[in-house]
């Protein structure tokens, strides 16, 4: 198993930037690919960004151009710059040790979670 945590969340105003963290421990030689999802209360958990072992990345179409997933060993990250208001929710950091990039955007995906933390933005 591979534990998560997540750090760096908080409260900021439209239009400011913020950086997520997601350090790994345990068996992190197992870990395949990565991602970023977030979760509004009420509403089903959508992905945010991916990242491969080969530091290819995929992003939601409502991200695109504002935020940037990085990971440097064991630690991946999430850049937001340009935050909106419907940025607003909690952000979960998540690895897959499944061997495959399929359902890279899929919660089910992945088999390892973090507790998440909260991004609100205000106007």
């Known amino acids: 198993q591979v534990q998560l945590v997540e750090s760096g969340g908080g409260l900021v105003q439209a239009g400011d930037s913020l950086r997520l963290s997601c350090t790994a421990s345990?068996?992190?030689?197992?870990?395949?690919?990565m991602a970023w999802f977030r979760q509004v209360l009420g509403e089903e958990r959508e992905v945010v960004a991916t990242?491969?072992?080969?530091?290819v990345t995929s992003y939601a179409d409502s991200v695109k151009g504002r935020f940037t997933i990085s990971r440097d060993k064991d630690t991946v990250y999430l850049d937001m710059s340009s935050l909106e208001p419907g940025d607003t929710a909690i952000y979960y950091c998540?690895?897959?040790?499944?061997?495959?990039?399929?359902?890279?955007?899929?919660?089910?995906?992945?088999?390892?979670w973090g507790p998440g933390t909260q991004v609100t933005v205000s106007t």
């Open positions: 345990g068996r992190t030689f197992t870990m395949y690919k």
């Open positions: 998540a690895v897959s040790t499944y061997g495959t990039t399929t359902y890279a955007d899929a919660p089910f995906g992945y088999n390892n």
């Open positions: 990242i491969t072992l080969s530091d």
